[in-house]
Antibody, heavy 122, light 108 residues
Framework: EVQLVESGGGLVQPGWSLRLSCAAS????????MHWVRQAPGKGLEWVSG????????GYADSVKGRFSISRDNAKNSLYLQMNSLRAEDTAFYYC???????????????WGQGTLVTVSS | AIRMTQSPSSFSASTGDRVTITCRAS??????LAWYQQKPGKAPKLLIY???TLQSGVPSRFSGSGSGTDFTLTISCLQSEDFATYYC??????????FGQGTKLEIK
């Protein structure tokens, strides 16, 4: 059974940093692109960042470019999101999601984690 | 970035109804479109990809159509468990991938 489990969320002050993790199981992680998608409370979905199977293709939303960094460790079946210079508008549930099709970043996410809440507030 | 616009933003329907949600892309995305269902407090669930291909395990009352800039999600006979928020997503242009603003389907 495919499972994605996020961790690392919490309450931080503006300007602080946080590192999210996503532990994957039930599939061969290194065959697939992976993504972070966020959702502010009561709002819609926003794609944040994606990374190809070999970390050769990485992309970011303009809203986080230069502040967030995505990475993966295939040996540990894990995905990460380093978030620096956090702002109030970064407050959201952060989901990790798996590309449906293997290879490069391909879009259409067939499995999602349960999400981890990041709250940025003084 | 490609902008995705869904309509309506919300509406009410009854079980047994046939409902259609529309998604429009700001430029041609071919068939690189997915539909997701999200229930309160839960992660989104992939329903349809490549505009019209049903994800494994999704009931056949769900269907998708369209290509280019205009797409639709149809639920042929609403069931109680279908009341949720639906999102379209383009994956033609990366980065970024973009979602529509969502359509909330409520019980009449």
């Amino acid at each position: 059974e495919v499972q994605l489990v996020e961790s690392g969320g919490g309450l931080v002050q503006p300007g602080w940093s946080l590192r999210l993790s996503c532990a994957a199981s039930g599939f061969t992680v290194d065959n697939y692109g992976m993504h972070w998608v966020r959702q502010a409370p009561g709002k819609g979905l926003e794609w944040v960042s994606g990374i190809s199977w070999n970390s050769g293709n990485i992309g970011y939303a303009d809203s986080v470019k230069g502040r967030f960094s995505i990475s993966r460790d295939n040996a540990k079946n894990s995905l990460y999101l380093q978030m620096n210079s956090l702002r109030a508008e970064d407050t959201a549930f952060y989901y990790c999601a798996k590309d449906r099709r293997g290879g490069a970043v391909t879009g259409a996410f067939d499995y999602w984690g349960q999400g981890t809440l990041v709250t940025v507030s003084s | 970035a490609i902008r995705m616009t869904q309509s309506p933003s919300s509406f009410s329907a009854s079980t047994g109804d046939r409902v259609t949600i529309t998604c429009r892309a700001s430029q041609d995305i071919s068939s690189y479109l997915a539909w997701y269902q999200q229930k309160p407090g839960k992660a989104p669930k992939l329903l349809i990809y490549a505009a019209s291909t049903l994800q494994s395990g999704v009931p056949s009352r769900f269907s998708g159509s369209g290509s280019g800039t205009d797409f639709t999600l149809t639920i042929s006979c609403l069931q109680s468990e279908d009341f949720a928020t639906y999102y379209c997503q383009q994956y033609y242009s990366y980065p970024p991938y973009t979602f529509g603003q969502g359509t909330k389907l409520e019980i009449k």
